[in-house]
């Protein structure tokens, strides 16, 4: 099954930006501008702040929404965190796990992105879980070894129907927003190597059906040569997402 049988998939992960009003103004444009776009699903990611207003504005729309982060447990006291049925009430059908920023700063793990997985899944919600070396990684040889451990963590103990359920994104750590997007060939090569652990893990078929996404430093002038490799199938856009021109123009160039 080649990339045409895959739907791509373009996530504007908005990380700590947008107000409300912000939110709405952004997410109101960005409605009219890719209105027309279709064979493409389109997802925004806001703070949980503002999720509610934004699941407003896109209804009806070929917008979908997603949450940033979500905790495992339902309910109960854990000061703070938010959980899978509050972000399902509240309209998402995505969440983004595993963030490498989560990692970074606010100690996420392949255990915590796993659990996360599960709680995601067992909700009928889609997780976007995020894999990525860091450049100390890279320049040591030890890209594969990295994404092997993440992707190996993040989705130990899914059945295949889990994983179809959900998304990838490889987000290359020295490339998020440092504007040095990887090559479309360094893309490629992590995504066939993500691929191929897909397909020794589940089966050839469940690895040519699972959708893989590109994020870092992804923009209007580059995401066309990186939506052309065979395993590309999406991006997860930090910074050009935050401007409804851009994040609708990279829209327009993946398809
Ligand atoms: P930038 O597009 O700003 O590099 O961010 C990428 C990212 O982290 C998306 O999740």
Redesign the pocket.
């Known amino acids: 099954m080649g990339r045409t049988m895959r739907t791509p998939i373009i996530a504007g992960?908005w990380k700590l930006n947008n107000t409300i009003s912000e939110a709405v103004a952004l997410t109101t444009a960005l409605k009219d501008l890719v209105a027309d776009c279709t064979g493409v699903e389109i997802i925004v990611a806001p703070t949980f702040t503002a999720l509610a207003t934004v699941s407003d504005v896109i209804k009806g729309s070929n917008i979908r929404l997603a949450a940033q982060d979500v905790y495992w447990e339902e309910s109960g006291a854990f000061t703070g965190e938010v959980s899978v049925p509050m972000l399902k009430d509240v309209g998402c059908d995505y969440v983004i796990i595993g963030?490498?920023e989560r990692r970074q700063y606010f100690g996420e793990t392949n255990e915590s992105v796993n659990q996360k997985a599960k709680a995601v899944l067992s909700h009928d919600l889609q997780p976007i879980v995020?894999v990525g070396e860091q450049l100390e990684d890279r320049e040591a040889g030890r890209t594969e070894e990295v994404i092997n451990d993440h992707v190996t963590g993040g989705i130990a103990g899914l059945s295949a129907a889990q994983l179809l359920s959900g998304v990838i994104a490889y987000?290359p750590v020295w490339?998020?927003?440092?504007g040095k997007t990887a090559t479309p060939a360094q893309a490629q090569e992590v995504h066939g190597y993500i691929r191929k652990l897909l397909k020794d893990a589940y089966s050839d078929e469940i690895a040519s059906q699972i959708r893989i996404q590109y994020?870092?430093?992804?923009k209007p002038e580059n995401a066309a040569e990186l939506m052309a490799q065979p395993d590309v199938d999406g991006a997860?856009?930090?910074?050009?997402s935050l401007q409804a021109e851009s994040f609708a123009q990279i829209v327009k160039n993946a398809l």
């Open positions: 992960n963030h490498s995020c987000e490339a998020i927003g440092t994020g870092g430093s992804v997860l856009v930090g910074g050009a």
